[in-house]
């Protein structure tokens, strides 16, 4: 996994996490609205450092 791009593997976390969106959101600093549209795909250019910081977010949780 860890060959995709940054971006794919966040999505791929995001998708198998097992606590609450809302959750995944307060723990990353970034908002729920966003992280919700970023999840659906939604956020054609999502940014690079909010994506870093949600893939931080779910590394240290696997």
Do not use: C
Not at 14 to 32: D, I, M, P, W, Y
Request: charged share 30%.
């Amino acid at each position: 996994m860890e060959d995709l791009p940054l971006l794919d593997i966040t999505l791929l976390r995001l998708k198998n996490r097992q606590e609450s969106l809302r959750a995944v959101a307060s723990g990353a600093g970034v908002e729920f609205e966003w992280l919700a549209k970023f999840g659906q795909g939604r956020i054609a250019d999502p940014g690079v450092r909010k994506v870093q910081k949600v893939h931080d977010y779910l590394s240290k949780k696997q």
